[in-house]
């Protein structure tokens, strides 16, 4: 008894129900009184006002920091609130059955987003900042075993990432790294491909003999990705483990940091870090936005998995995270019903009552899919996986998880729907001004006192949350992008979700040559034209139909802004060319330049470098010498001394690859001539040194990024860029189609066409992306 | 010979005509009194007016005559242009319109048999051509105006007896036709509270049975011989008062019973009666027993008992929740014309026709806010229609929507919804009227089937009023006036107490006629209304005080907005000095010496001092007579009409010398659903920025306890990874 009246009467409890009572109180205030007794005038001053507020706030610094924050972050719920109140009561009217379907389509969608909303601002209420947590007593250091599982990446990936794993500064003997073959199975090595299997397992085993590293390749490739780890954990025997993808290149310091958060916490399940990328999201390349912001995914480590961490639900992402073996073995290994495997293997987890850590500091540099269909394929993986979670194993049904945690993971699933609302608002307004489906009932006033307030007050709330990490309308952007494809495979998978099995993102893919994606581009093309076609349909409406011009206006308004993401989107379908082989990454720092031809030397600053290589910029021309002109020559060999940011210096050699003046600066490129070593050298001083990506982060997250009239403008600018680009593109596709059926080639529809591709040619077409 | 024989028929014929009129009495209204227009034009090709009157139960009519006043336009052609008569649709005159004089008069004798006891209907109808052949068919030349203010309706009708059965008797009696009012005399002891209270009920109960027709209750301790009587009382009261007139009867229960008026003994000592009049006894042998008599003598509308009277053991009444009074809508409901008592209507024909019903809004709805009132149409129009026909809706006399009718092959619409901002309803009584304007599309001169043009409006078709807040500000005597406002909020008077400072006759005639008022604008009896003499007794109820101005309470009368003297004395009196926009009139104020005129009554509105949000309403004159005539003067429509703001006194002298001053002078209140006033919404609705203000306060307050909160959770996370373990050789703190 005395028990349940002091888990009755505890203080989280009643701060809880104290908490809640206070908010009902205000929630209905606001409800009840904004609704019932307020005439236009006051509802107008109510939504604009506290829409105002928020902006103020926003834009604040103090208010991104508690308490202030709280304040902000209730005032963005009272408006949405306020919004979902008369939207629902005010707004659901039955007119005919066709209008009805539509309607209830519309608020559905409008619903899933206010829901997204919501759990976007309970889960971003506090996001937690840590300090690393060095390992405490050395002399009972935890043993760990680093597990690399790889599939089909080549050989220079996987050799990359183990080297920078063999370097990661932990006791030698309390550190095991293995290398998780799923390419070179006994089953692969016996059935089609086998010879390519054989090559595959000799070249990894060789490497791993190389690095002083294990080897692991098991019978059969059962469970994918969580079936290859499983198998390693019944072989190994460290008290961590430390999994890294085999393009997540690891820091020195990935260890040092972290495993003292286990050695302090006994209940620890796992510490997840961030994936920082090396290269630009696809959609990102060819909008062409990734030199001066931030990555897609630095949105998510940046911000949402600290939020995450304060509700300890912060989940394993697949790789860059260090696990319990104990709990891991308490839970039967990673799970293998859900393709994203890392999500729910964290979810049984935190059943068990085992706690979470993220540390945001970066310590894997990684790579994303650079092929438009890599990407695809990628985020169709985690969508259907999280609903597979979600219709499975739902987070809200699960024992053990607190609330808390149930709607951090609730969140997490209910994301991937996002295509549905997505594809629901691009073809709402048409439907109105087309067919004449009344789906939408209220006045111009009611959508100046209601709706206007609550659609800015969501991108002030995303602004406020991700100001730093994402432009105004990227996410529209991303969530357009893949709604096409997202949706057949969200609805496949909640129709029947054992069905969904793990694709592997292609890791090697490259893009050849600038080329369309047209089956992405075709249905913004089609949504485009859509809402285009529709605006005649308004006027003809405002016109003749003078009673409905408030629900024409509105839905003028919205075809305009539907199309307005849509053709920005269409630029992301525009494939720029790019080779694989050279990561190169913008760094800083000094390096000391040594021509041993002619014996000059020379201070130079790092501008940037990749594994074979780096670029520096030279302060003066260098002169003097025996047997040189003044300048530096092209291939003239050189020697460069750089160090990190830890002081250890390292020396690289090489010759001169290219040189230029740019701005009164001698700008030139030294190519590597590895060795073992050097490359090794080259491997710790580029990944191995976490500082860099920290910087790095901080660089391209400190822009400001809420700036309407110039971010309207950039993306309309380059969204107009990309569908011209597009419409090009998908004319000469079509007229090297139709020409090849006609036994014509291209370069003879090229020379053909010539005066017209002066107009604005493929070469320009190009140019602008 | 023949010369005296003829003068001797005459006067014999006189004589019998004479003799057969002896007892008969006269009944002559201006038709103005009988249908809200003076004047009234009848325009186009074919038009006609109707007037419903009423012929009370108790007559029988023996000769109808009607006096006709018309002014028609001079462009008419005499040959073809008419202006007929029909009595319940059966023509009874007609004549010429005559260009050359264009002033008539038209005489119709109108056959008795022809009427009924009942509603009749008189129609004007026109037939008007300007030219032979081709004419327009709404040329402006063609218009007769009906005089009605200059035209009269005399009925010669002679009374019937009382019947001789209960539920018969009480239609007979008590008729909502009766002309020109109802006249009820109550007989009871007013000694006995009890007594005066269910005479009350008796009281309100016979008023909803005259509906909208006014009465006029009076009271005594005896018989008022002329007159209808109801005699209330207890077994001890009644029998021996019975017995006196010779009309004596034992009380054997709760008893209701009908009987020919006793006027008492003659010279021989025989009981007389007075057969066209009627006694409604409605007596028990207890106070409980007397309540239920009441209650049953209010309720009996079924044919039932077959006798002049009837034992009641029970009444059982149904549970009548706030806001369901007469006429009433019910918000956030779909109501369909149906339910609203509306047949489905058509308009056929050509030019404009309209259609009028009226709904019943709670009088403390609040209609402010941005809310639409949604009317849901079913309608089908036939073809052959302009393309400029319409239906239009008003509201309140203000154009609400408009339907176009632009399908020259007709069209059957379903549904078609209209929002009619909430705004142009008022409080209380809303008219809305649809006018349907069918304009041909063939041209002049071309043959018009006109009953081929047609819209008919179908009885399905709905409204729905959203649910509003009930929040208002008293005191507002125009709202008693239209809807016995804030009394009729509950109907069954369950939050009426009346207060009788003095309980003489003359007050508790006062009291049944505004019991009685009560009762006709929510349509039920007061059953549950409360009675208190010299102090009010249920102070969280409407306090309706009658009496003497210088008989009220003390505590009553200090709060009331202008104290005013029956007796020489020194009084403050507010005059109207400027009306300013905005802020409402201003007054200045005198204080003199002197009294209120005898002739002159008050009524003033203001808060209770017991409840926030409950009113008082003061009926007060100089003396009990006075209190009585003002009672009797508020039922007259002319000063209703004029009632209004906070305070009005009303002269009650004859009906052509009565006056209304009405001022919205003193201290408002407000009052919220049900006659409670949350203090929390009134400062809300009245003080937005508190709103504001404390939606501020509560985002801060919320804030810091979510901030406390979620600090807790950050600093148990935090320890976690700041805790050493000994798991791993660490050192616990």
Same mark, same amino acid.
């Given at each position: 008894?005395?028990?349940?009246? *002091?888990?009755?009467?505890?203080?989280?409890?009643?701060?809880?129900?104290?908490?809640?009572?206070?908010?009902?109180?205000?929630?209905?205030?606001?409800?009840?009184?904004?609704?019932?007794?307020?005439?236009?005038?006051?509802?107008?001053?109510?939504?604009?006002?506290?829409?105002?507020?928020?902006?103020?706030?926003?834009?604040?610094?103090?208010?991104?920091?508690?308490?202030?924050?709280?304040?902000?972050?209730?005032?963005?719920?009272?408006?949405?609130?306020?919004?979902?109140?008369?939207?629902?009561?005010?707004?659901?009217?039955?007119?005919?059955?066709?209008?009805?379907?539509?309607?209830?389509?519309?608020?559905?969608?409008?619903?899933?987003?206010?829901?997204?909303?919501?759990?976007?601002?309970?889960?971003?209420?506090?996001?937690?900042?840590?300090?690393?947590?060095?390992?405490?007593?050395?002399?009972?250091?935890?043993?760990?075993?680093?597990?690399?599982?790889?599939?089909?990446?080549?050989?220079?990936?996987?050799?990359?990432?183990?080297?920078?794993?063999?370097?990661?500064?932990?006791?030698?003997?309390?550190?095991?790294?293995?290398?998780?073959?799923?390419?070179?199975?006994?089953?692969?090595?016996?059935?089609?491909?086998?010879?390519?299997?054989?090559?595959?397992?000799?070249?990894?085993?060789?490497?791993?003999?190389?690095?002083?590293?294990?080897?692991?390749?098991?019978?059969?490739?059962?469970?994918?990705?969580?079936?290859?780890?499983?198998?390693?954990?019944?072989?190994?025997?460290?008290?961590?483990?430390?999994?890294?993808?085999?393009?997540?290149?690891?820091?020195?310091?990935?260890?040092?940091?972290?495993?003292?958060?286990?050695?302090?916490?006994?209940?620890?399940?796992?510490?997840?870090?961030?994936?920082?990328?090396?290269?630009?999201?696809?959609?990102?390349?060819?909008?062409? *936005?990734?030199?001066?912001?931030?990555?897609?995914?630095?949105?998510?480590?940046?911000?949402?998995?600290?939020?995450?961490?304060?509700?300890?639900?912060?989940?394993?992402?697949?790789?860059?995270?260090?696990?319990?073996?104990?709990?891991?073995?308490?839970?039967?290994?990673?799970?293998?019903?859900?393709?994203?495997?890392?999500?729910?293997?964290?979810?049984?987890?935190?059943?068990?009552?085992?706690?979470?850590?993220?540390?945001?500091?970066?310590?894997?540099?990684?790579?994303?899919?650079?092929?438009?269909?890599?990407?695809?394929?990628?985020?169709?993986?985690?969508?259907?996986?999280?609903?597979?979670?979600?219709?499975?194993?739902?987070?809200?049904?699960?024992?053990?998880?607190?609330?808390?945690?149930?709607?951090?993971?609730?969140?997490?699933?209910?994301?991937?729907?996002?295509?549905?609302?997505?594809?629901?608002?691009?073809?709402?307004?048409?439907?109105?001004?087309?067919?004449?489906?009344?789906?939408?009932?209220?006045?111009?006033?009611?959508?100046?006192?209601?709706?206007?307030?609550?659609?800015?007050?969501?991108?002030?709330?995303?602004?406020?949350?991700?100001?730093?990490?994402?432009?105004?309308?990227?996410?529209?952007?991303?969530?357009?992008?893949?709604?096409?494809?997202?949706?057949?495979?969200?609805?496949?998978?909640?129709?029947?979700?054992?069905?969904?099995?793990?694709?592997?993102?292609?890791?090697?893919?490259?893009?050849?040559?600038?080329?369309?994606?047209?089956?992405?581009?075709?249905?913004?093309?089609?949504?485009?034209?859509?809402?285009?076609?529709?605006?005649?349909?308004?006027?003809?409406?405002?016109?003749?139909?003078?009673?409905?011009?408030?629900?024409?206006?509105?839905?003028?308004?919205?075809?305009?802004?539907?199309?307005?993401?849509?053709?920005?989107?269409?630029?992301?379908?525009?494939?720029?060319?790019?080779?694989?082989?050279?990561?190169?990454?913008?760094?800083?720092?000094?390096?000391?330049?040594?021509?041993?031809?002619?014996?000059?030397?020379?201070?130079?600053?790092?501008?940037?470098?990749?594994?074979?290589?780096?670029?520096?910029?030279?302060?003066?021309?260098?002169?003097?010498?025996?047997?040189?002109?003044?300048?530096?020559?092209?291939?003239?060999?050189?020697?460069?001394?750089?160090?990190?940011?830890?002081?250890?210096?390292?020396?690289?050699?090489?010759?001169?690859?290219?040189?230029?003046?740019?701005?009164?600066?001698?700008?030139?490129?030294?190519?590597?001539?590895?060795?073992?070593?050097?490359?090794?050298?080259?491997?710790?001083?580029?990944?191995?040194?976490?500082?860099?990506?920290?910087?790095?982060?901080?660089?391209?997250?400190?822009?400001?990024?809420?700036?309407?009239?110039?971010?309207?403008?950039?993306?309309?600018?380059?969204?107009?860029?990309?569908?011209?680009?597009?419409?090009?593109?998908?004319?000469?596709?079509?007229?090297?189609?139709?020409?090849?059926?006609?036994?014509?080639?291209?370069?003879?529809?090229?020379?053909?066409?010539?005066?017209?591709?002066?107009?604005?040619?493929?070469?320009?077409?190009?140019?602008?992306? | 010979?023949?010369?005296?024989?003829?003068?001797? $028929?005459?006067?014999?014929?006189?004589?019998?005509?004479?003799?057969?009129?002896?007892?008969?009495?006269?009944?002559?209204?201006?038709?103005?009194?009988?249908?809200?227009?003076?004047?009234?034009?009848?325009?186009? /090709?074919?038009?006609?007016?109707?007037?419903?009157?009423?012929?009370?139960?108790?007559?029988?009519?023996?000769?109808?005559?009607?006096?006709?006043?018309?002014?028609?336009?001079?462009?008419?052609?005499?040959?073809?242009?008419?202006?007929?008569?029909?009595?319940?649709?059966?023509? /009874?005159?007609?004549?010429?319109?005559?260009?050359?004089?264009?002033?008539?008069?038209?005489?119709?004798?109108?056959?008795?048999?022809?009427?009924?006891?009942?509603?009749?209907?008189?129609?004007?109808?026109?037939?008007?051509?300007?030219?032979?052949?081709?004419?327009?068919?709404?040329?402006?030349?063609?218009?007769?105006?009906?005089?009605?203010?200059?035209?009269?309706?005399?009925?010669?009708?002679?009374?019937?007896?009382?019947?001789?059965? $209960?539920?018969?008797?009480?239609?007979?009696?008590?008729?909502?036709?009766?002309?020109?009012?109802?006249?009820?005399?109550?007989?009871?002891?007013?000694?006995?509270?009890?007594?005066?209270?269910?005479?009350?009920?008796?009281?309100?109960?016979?008023?909803?049975?005259?509906?909208?027709?006014?009465?006029?209750?009076?009271?005594?301790?005896?018989?008022?011989?002329?007159?209808?009587?109801?005699?209330?009382?207890?077994?001890?009261?009644?029998?021996?008062? #019975?017995?006196?007139?010779?009309?004596?009867?034992?009380?054997?229960?709760?008893?209701?019973?009908?009987?020919?008026?006793?006027?008492?003994?003659?010279?021989?000592?025989?009981?007389?009666?007075?057969?066209?009049?009627?006694?409604?006894?409605?007596?028990?042998?207890?106070?409980?027993?007397?309540?239920?008599?009441?209650?049953?003598?209010?309720?009996?509308?079924?044919?039932?008992?077959?006798?002049?009277?009837?034992?009641?053991?029970?009444?059982?009444?149904?549970?009548?929740?706030?806001?369901?009074?007469?006429?009433?809508?019910?918000?956030?409901?779909? $109501?369909?014309?149906?339910?609203?008592?509306?047949?489905?209507?058509?308009?056929?024909?050509?030019?404009? +026709?309209?259609?009028?019903?009226?709904?019943?809004?709670?009088?403390?709805?609040?209609?402010?806010?941005?809310?639409?009132?949604?009317?849901?149409?079913?309608?089908?129009?036939?073809?052959?229609?302009?393309?400029?026909?319409?239906?239009?809706?008003?509201?309140?006399?203000?154009?609400?929507?408009?339907?176009?009718?632009?399908?020259?092959?007709?069209?059957? +619409?379903?549904?078609?919804?209209?929002?009619?901002?909430?705004?142009?309803?008022?409080?209380?009584?809303?008219?809305?009227?649809?006018?349907?304007?069918?304009?041909?599309?063939?041209?002049?001169?071309?043959?018009?089937?006109?009953?081929?043009?047609?819209?008919?409006?179908?009885?399905?078709?709905?409204?729905?009023?959203?649910?509003?807040?009930?929040?208002?500000?008293?005191?507002?005597?125009?709202?008693?006036?239209?809807?016995?406002?804030?009394?009729?909020?509950?109907?069954?008077?369950?939050?009426?107490?009346?207060?009788?400072?003095?309980?003489?006759?003359?007050?508790?005639?006062?009291?049944?006629?505004?019991?009685?008022?009560?009762?006709?604008?929510?349509?039920?009896?007061?059953?549950? +209304?409360?009675?208190? /003499?010299?102090?009010?007794?249920?102070?969280?109820?409407?306090?309706?005080?009658?009496?003497?101005?210088?008989?009220?309470?003390?505590?009553?009368?200090?709060?009331?907005?202008?104290?005013?003297?029956?007796?020489?004395?020194?009084?403050?009196?507010?005059?109207?000095?400027?009306?300013?926009?905005?802020?409402?009139?201003?007054?200045?104020?005198?204080?003199?010496?002197?009294?209120?005129?005898?002739?002159?009554?008050?009524?003033?509105?203001?808060?209770?001092?017991?409840?926030?949000?409950?009113?008082?309403?003061?009926?007060?004159?100089?003396?009990?007579?006075?209190?009585?005539?003002?009672?009797?003067?508020?039922?007259?429509?002319?000063?209703?009409?004029?009632?209004?703001?906070?305070?009005?006194?009303?002269?009650?002298?004859?009906?052509?010398?009565?006056? /209304?001053?009405?001022?919205?002078?003193?201290?408002?209140?407000?009052?919220?659903?049900?006659?409670?006033?949350?203090?929390?919404?009134?400062?809300?609705?009245?003080?937005?920025? +508190?709103?504001?203000?404390?939606?501020?306060?509560?985002?801060?307050?919320?804030? #810091? #306890?979510?901030?406390?909160?979620?600090?807790?959770?950050?600093?148990?996370?935090?320890?976690?990874?700041?805790?050493?373990?000994?798991?791993?050789?660490?050192?616990?703190?």
């Amino acid at each position: 008894m005395r028990n349940i009246l *002091s888990r009755i009467f505890n203080r989280r409890i009643m701060l809880f129900a104290l908490h809640y009572v206070a908010a009902c109180y205000a929630f209905s205030l606001v409800l009840y009184l904004l609704e019932r007794y307020f005439n236009l005038f006051h509802k107008d001053m109510i939504g604009w006002v506290m829409l105002g507020l928020l902006i103020v706030l926003a834009r604040v610094r103090e208010y991104k920091l508690p308490p202030a924050r709280m304040t902000f972050l209730i005032l963005a719920s009272l408006i949405a609130l306020r919004y979902t109140f008369w939207r629902t009561f005010s707004t659901l009217v039955y007119t005919d059955l066709p209008s009805m379907i539509g309607t209830i389509v519309l608020y559905a969608a409008e619903m899933y987003l206010v829901g997204t909303h919501f759990l976007g601002i309970f889960v971003g209420l506090w996001p937690l900042e840590r300090d690393a947590a060095p390992p405490e007593d050395t002399g009972h250091l935890p043993t760990v075993d680093v597990f690399i599982p790889t599939y089909n990446e080549p050989l220079e990936m996987v050799k990359l990432t183990a080297t920078a794993a063999a370097q990661i500064d932990y006791p030698a003997d309390k550190l095991k790294i293995y290398i998780l073959d799923d390419g070179a199975t006994a089953a692969k090595r016996q059935g089609p491909g086998a010879g390519e299997a054989e090559r595959r397992r000799a070249g990894m085993s060789a490497l791993a003999a190389d690095l002083g590293i294990s080897y692991i390749a098991r019978e059969k490739n059962e469970h994918a990705k969580a079936g290859n780890v499983n198998y390693a954990l019944g072989l190994t025997g460290g008290d961590l483990v430390l999994l890294l993808d085999s393009d997540h290149v690891p820091t020195r310091d990935i260890l040092s940091n972290t495993v003292g958060f286990f050695q302090r916490d006994p209940r620890l399940g796992l510490v997840q870090t961030p994936h920082f990328m090396g290269n630009p999201s696809i959609i990102e390349k060819n909008i062409g *936005s990734f030199s001066n912001s931030p990555r897609e995914n630095d949105m998510f480590f940046n911000m949402i998995h600290r939020s995450l961490d304060l509700w300890n639900a912060s989940y394993f992402c697949g790789s860059a995270a260090i696990l319990r073996r104990s709990a891991l073995e308490e839970i039967g290994g990673f799970a293998t019903t859900s393709i994203t495997e890392d999500v729910q293997t964290s979810m049984l987890l935190h059943q068990r009552g085992y706690n979470s850590v993220y540390f945001r500091k970066p310590m894997v540099c990684g790579l994303q899919p650079n092929t438009f269909t890599a990407y695809v394929i990628q985020r169709m993986r985690w969508a259907q996986g999280m609903v597979q979670i979600f219709m499975l194993n739902n987070p809200l049904t699960r024992k053990g998880l607190d609330l808390f945690q149930k709607l951090c993971y609730l969140n997490a699933c209910y994301f991937w729907f996002f295509s549905f609302s997505r594809l629901v608002m691009y073809f709402g307004p048409i439907l109105f001004l087309t067919f004449g489906l009344k789906i939408y009932h209220a006045s111009s006033a009611q959508v100046l006192s209601y709706t206007l307030p609550h659609v800015i007050a969501i991108f002030v709330v995303m602004y406020f949350f991700y100001g730093n990490t994402r432009r105004l309308f990227f996410s529209e952007v991303y969530e357009s992008a893949q709604m096409m494809f997202m949706a057949p495979a969200v609805l496949s998978t909640l129709l029947n979700p054992r069905r969904p099995v793990f694709k592997i993102t292609p890791k090697e893919m490259g893009v050849e040559k600038d080329e369309l994606n047209l089956t992405g581009a075709m249905p913004f093309f089609v949504v485009v034209l859509a809402n285009a076609a529709a605006l005649p349909f308004a006027v003809y409406k405002w016109i003749y139909f003078p009673a409905y011009r408030d629900v024409i206006l509105i839905g003028n308004f919205w075809c305009l802004y539907n199309m307005f993401i849509a053709i920005m989107t269409l630029g992301a379908f525009f494939e720029r060319r790019e080779s694989r082989r050279n990561t190169r990454f913008s760094i800083h720092g000094k390096a000391a330049l040594r021509l041993p031809g002619s014996g000059v030397s020379a201070e130079a600053a790092l501008v940037d470098g990749s594994l074979h290589g780096l670029g520096l910029s030279l302060e003066t021309e260098l002169s003097g010498g025996a047997g040189r002109a003044e300048g530096v020559l092209v291939g003239e060999r050189a020697e460069v001394t750089v160090s990190d940011s830890a002081g250890k210096k390292y020396v690289f050699s090489g010759s001169i690859v290219n040189t230029v003046l740019r701005r009164g600066r001698r700008l030139c490129g030294v190519e590597f001539d590895h060795t073992e070593r050097s490359y090794a050298d080259a491997v710790s001083f580029l990944y191995g040194d976490s500082s860099r990506w920290t910087e790095m982060l901080r660089t391209r997250s400190t822009g400001e990024m809420f700036n309407v009239s110039s971010d309207v403008y950039y993306f309309l600018k380059r969204g107009l860029h990309g569908m011209l680009v597009c419409l090009v593109a998908a004319l000469r596709w079509g007229l090297e189609r139709s020409g090849s059926l006609l036994g014509i080639s291209a370069a003879g529809i090229r020379r053909r066409l010539a005066p017209g591709w002066k107009i604005y040619r493929w070469k320009n077409a190009r140019e602008v992306i | 010979m023949k010369n005296r024989i003829m003068p001797l $028929l005459a006067a014999l014929l006189f004589a019998a005509a004479s003799f057969a009129s002896a007892g008969n009495k006269t009944y002559r209204s201006s038709l103005d009194k009988l249908n809200p227009h003076g004047t009234l034009d009848l325009k186009c /090709v074919s038009s006609s007016y109707k007037i419903s009157f009423p012929v009370p139960e108790r007559w029988t009519v023996r000769k109808a005559g009607l006096l006709l006043r018309y002014t028609n336009s001079s462009n008419l052609r005499g040959e073809v242009s008419q202006l007929s008569v029909r009595i319940n649709d059966v023509p /009874v005159g007609q004549v010429k319109l005559d260009p050359r004089k264009t002033e008539g008069e038209m005489s119709v004798n109108i056959p008795a048999a022809r009427l009924e006891n009942g509603y009749n209907t008189l129609t004007f109808s026109v037939v008007q051509h300007y030219q032979d052949n081709c004419e327009q068919w709404d040329a402006p030349d063609l218009w007769t105006n009906l005089q009605f203010d200059r035209s009269f309706l005399e009925l010669e009708y002679a009374e019937r007896r009382v019947p001789a059965k $209960l539920p018969e008797a009480l239609g007979f009696m008590f008729d909502p036709k009766a002309l020109p009012a109802g006249e009820v005399n109550v007989v009871l002891d007013k000694g006995s509270r009890e007594s005066v209270l269910q005479a009350g009920v008796a009281a309100s109960g016979i008023a909803r049975r005259f509906d909208y027709k006014k009465v006029g209750f009076t009271a005594s301790a005896g018989i008022v011989p002329g007159r209808d009587n109801i005699l209330v009382g207890e077994k001890k009261f009644v029998e021996p008062l #019975l017995s006196g007139l010779g009309a004596g009867f034992e009380v054997a229960g709760p008893m209701v019973k009908v009987v020919p008026l006793p006027l008492g003994r003659d010279k021989e000592g025989l009981p007389r009666f007075d057969r066209r009049r009627g006694l409604l006894v409605i007596a028990g042998r207890s106070p409980e027993e007397l309540k239920t008599a009441a209650r049953a003598a209010a309720e009996i509308s079924f044919p039932f008992p077959g006798a002049g009277e009837t034992i009641v053991k029970e009444v059982s009444l149904p549970d009548l929740p706030y806001y369901s009074g007469r006429g009433h809508i019910e918000t956030g409901r779909k $109501l369909t014309f149906r339910k609203l008592g509306l047949p489905p209507f058509t308009f056929r024909g050509i030019g404009n +026709m309209t259609e009028d019903f009226s709904v019943r809004v709670p009088n403390d709805y609040l209609m402010r806010a941005g809310k639409y009132i949604s009317l849901s149409l079913n309608f089908i129009y036939g073809p052959g229609l302009k393309e400029d026909s319409s239906l239009t809706v008003i509201v309140n006399d203000t154009i609400a929507q408009v339907i176009n009718m632009a399908n020259p092959a007709g069209e059957r +619409m379903e549904k078609y919804k209209l929002d009619i901002p909430a705004y142009l309803f008022t409080s209380g009584e809303n008219k809305i009227r649809f006018i349907a304007s069918l304009t041909p599309k063939s041209q002049a001169c071309e043959l018009l089937m006109v009953d081929s043009y047609f819209l008919t409006v179908y009885n399905n078709s709905t409204f729905t009023f959203p649910k509003m807040p009930h929040l208002l500000e008293l005191p507002r005597l125009e709202l008693f006036a239209d809807n016995a406002f804030p009394f009729g909020r509950l109907p069954g008077g369950g939050d009426v107490e009346i207060l009788l400072p003095e309980s003489g006759y003359d007050e508790i005639a006062a009291m049944f006629n505004l019991a009685g008022f009560i009762s006709r604008k929510s349509g039920y009896p007061l059953y549950d +209304m409360s009675l208190s /003499v010299g102090a009010p007794e249920k102070r969280d109820r409407e306090l309706l005080v009658i009496g003497r101005l210088d008989k009220l309470p003390e505590e009553l009368a200090d709060g009331m907005p202008v104290a005013l003297r029956n007796a020489p004395g020194e009084s403050e009196v507010p005059n109207l000095s400027a009306k300013k926009w905005g802020t409402g009139p201003l007054f200045s104020l005198t204080r003199q010496i002197g009294a209120l005129d005898t002739e002159y009554g008050m009524l003033m509105g203001m808060e209770s001092p017991y409840v926030a949000g409950r009113s008082v309403l003061f009926f007060g004159a100089h003396s009990s007579a006075g209190v009585a005539d003002l009672s009797r003067a508020v039922l007259d429509h002319d000063i209703l009409g004029a009632l209004n703001g906070t305070v009005a006194a009303v002269s009650f002298g004859s009906e052509a010398s009565r006056r /209304v001053a009405s001022l919205d002078y003193g201290r408002k209140y407000w009052t919220g659903k049900d006659g409670r006033l949350s203090r929390f919404v009134y400062f809300m609705y009245v003080h937005p920025f +508190m709103y504001y203000g404390s939606l501020i306060f509560l985002i801060l307050v919320l804030s #810091l #306890l979510l901030y406390f909160y979620l600090s807790g959770i950050r600093a148990r996370r935090l320890e976690l990874a700041r805790r050493r373990s000994p798991v791993h050789g660490g050192k616990e703190k």
